[in-house]
């Protein structure tokens, strides 16, 4: 999972054209979604094992599905595209003639700005509290006093359809304005969620609290999904140089799963310390993710691997 996370994005921003590069990107997190909330809402009646066990249906299917992929010279080939072969050749020769980039190399001045931007994407996704909401969305809810089940499913449908919609807007509204009101979202709805554990920690307003919850975390699912979900994946494929984005593509992945462990790890603990404060420091995380983007982020929408290059540098 992690090594398609990082390769299709790549894949795709190499051999897509300009306008397409984010609604294609973002289909594989569509896709993703998907198979998510399928098995969210599957969870809901079936048990653990039996669960566990059909995740063992697409496996098989994608370990087969790969041995019948046509190497794609050939297609273009057939399709008549020798154009698009030339310049798949051109790229695999410029990147042959490159020196093997090393780790160090990350750190040097003219690749420290957009290795700075990609791996900050990924620390600010995963820290905002995504993995939190996801993974105990359950919990969240029968604390709150909602129905597992029922929020669960909402959850899942709502996370398909705002990716989708995602994917139709990207390459016209833009990478940024979309970061940023995702951020803004996620600001609002842990705020919400956090107030709604607030008024139950000090038993105010109990009727309410339900409600609360569960408008927040639908509002957390859904304007993360609609942004800081799958634009990270996009932009981090865009911005790395072509000599290093092997290098820095792997260290953006691996932290990204780094701080996915870490804030799912800590999620626990950080709930029995306070319920609601959790919710404010996911809020005040969301907040720095804001800045970050207003400072740092370029707009990549429209434009070639050179441009955004001549741009961060």
């Not at 994608?62 to 794609?72: K, M, N, R, Y």
């Not at 940024?176 to 607030?198: E, Q």
């Not at 919850?213 to 993360?224: P, R, S």
């Not at 999620?267 to 005040?284: D, P, V």
């Amino acid at each position: 999972m992690g090594a398609l996370s990082f390769v299709v994005p790549v894949f795709i921003a190499e051999i897509a054209p300009k306008n397409l590069r984010g609604t294609l990107t973002t289909v594989t997190q569509l896709m993703v979604a998907t198979g998510v909330s399928a098995a969210f809402i599957m969870g809901t009646v079936l048990r653990w094992r039996v669960l566990a066990l059909t995740g063992l249906i697409p496996c098989l299917i994608l370990h087969v599905g790969l041995f019948l992929i046509p190497e794609s010279p050939r297609w273009l080939a057939k399709k008549g595209r020798e154009k698009e072969q030339i310049e798949i050749k051109d790229y695999i020769q410029t990147l042959e003639s490159l020196p093997k980039a090393k780790l160090l190399e990350l750190f040097q001045r003219r690749n420290l700005r957009s290795v700075v931007i990609g791996v900050g994407l990924m620390v600010l996704q995963q820290f905002g509290g995504i993995n939190a909401v996801c993974f105990y969305a359950s919990s969240i809810f029968e604390v709150a006093g909602f129905s597992p089940s029922v929020g669960t499913i909402l959850y899942a449908i709502l996370q398909v359809v705002v990716v989708f919609l995602s994917t139709i807007i990207i390459d016209k509204v833009g990478r940024k304005p979309l970061l940023l009101v995702s951020a803004s979202g996620l600001v609002i709805s842990c705020l919400i969620t956090g107030l709604s554990f607030y008024l139950k920690v000090h038993e105010l307003a109990l009727k309410s609290v339900p409600m609360l919850a569960v408008t927040g975390i639908l509002l957390y699912i859904g304007t993360f999904s609609a942004g800081l979900g799958p634009i990270p994946w996009v932009i981090m494929s865009e911005i790395f140089p072509l000599n290093i984005k092997g290098v820095a593509g792997s260290v953006a992945t691996l932290v990204n799963w780094f701080c996915a462990w870490a804030v799912s790890f800590t999620f626990n603990l950080l709930f029995s310390w306070s319920s609601y404060g959790t919710f404010i420091l996911y809020a005040a995380i969301n907040a720095v993710t804001i800045v970050f983007v207003v400072l740092l982020v370029p707009e990549t929408k429209g434009r070639t691997l050179e441009q955004i290059q001549a741009a961060i540098r």
